[in-house]
């Protein structure tokens, strides 16, 4: 069974102190990893995809990387403007186009 | 502009009463989505549907419906048997504008609350 497991749970940083958020995945085949972010009462934005290990990408103060195992959204000096909910899904191979969601991580930076 | 349009964004609900949130999009994407959100939880997949007049139960199918009948639109039906439908609903979808990046596209969402 595809599983997407997100840690920390919840993370306060001081603006400008970088840190990184970590999803873990055990999928049968992997079609892609996601990431997305999402503020309170909204749906959630998309951020980026990773489709095989060693894959990075980048956007402003994000940068996603891609182990066979987890992936890391790493933020780099970032601002209150970043606080939000940030969620993990994996779409497998296997049958039917299916995204598993990971209970995401709540990121609070303080000014 | 193309997007997910879901209707109503806030709806209470008695107790033992069916209700319907509406999910349409003008994307001209195959693949439709329901999820759900509990606070401080992720999305937990209800139905999808990968065509019209086709659909599969997600994880937690149990106490909701859905149709298919047009590409555009997939309404969830939240029913009596549900029995803690208290909840942010989500719909979403997926289709040829995002075979490049393989994302879904979010509707806004829908809060239920019971009563």
């Known amino acids: 069974e595809d599983q997407v497991t997100q840690s920390p749970e919840a993370l306060r940083l001081q603006e400008g102190e970088s840190s990184s958020l970590n999803c873990s995945y055990t999928v049968s085949g992997l079609r892609g990893l996601f990431w997305y972010r999402q503020d309170p009462g909204k749906g959630p934005e998309f951020l980026f995809t990773l489709y095989s290990a060693g894959e990075e990408k980048e956007k402003e103060r994000l940068k996603a990387t891609l182990t066979k195992k987890e992936s890391f959204l790493h933020i780099t000096a970032p601002k209150p403007e970043d606080s939000a909910t940030y969620l993990c899904a994996v779409c497998g191979t296997s049958g039917t186009y299916k995204y598993i969601f990971g209970t995401g991580t709540r990121l609070k930076v303080l000014a | 502009d193309g997007g997910i349009t879901q209707s109503p964004k806030y709806l209470f609900r008695k107790e033992g009463q069916n209700v319907t949130l509406s999910c349409e999009q003008n994307l001209n994407h195959d693949a439709m989505y329901w999820y759900r959100q509990d606070p401080g939880q992720g999305l937990r997949l209800i139905y999808y549907s990968q065509i019209v007049n086709d659909f599969q139960k997600g994880d937690i199918a149990e106490g909701y419906s859905v149709s298919r009948e047009k590409k555009e639109s997939f309404p969830l039906t939240v029913t009596s048997a549900q029995k803690n439908p208290t909840a942010f609903y989500l719909c979403?979808?997926?289709?040829?504008?995002?075979?490049?990046?393989?994302?879904?596209?979010f509707g806004e969402g829908s809060r239920l609350t019971v009563l």
């Open positions: 979403a979808s997926f289709g040829e504008t995002s075979v490049n990046t393989g994302e879904l596209f």
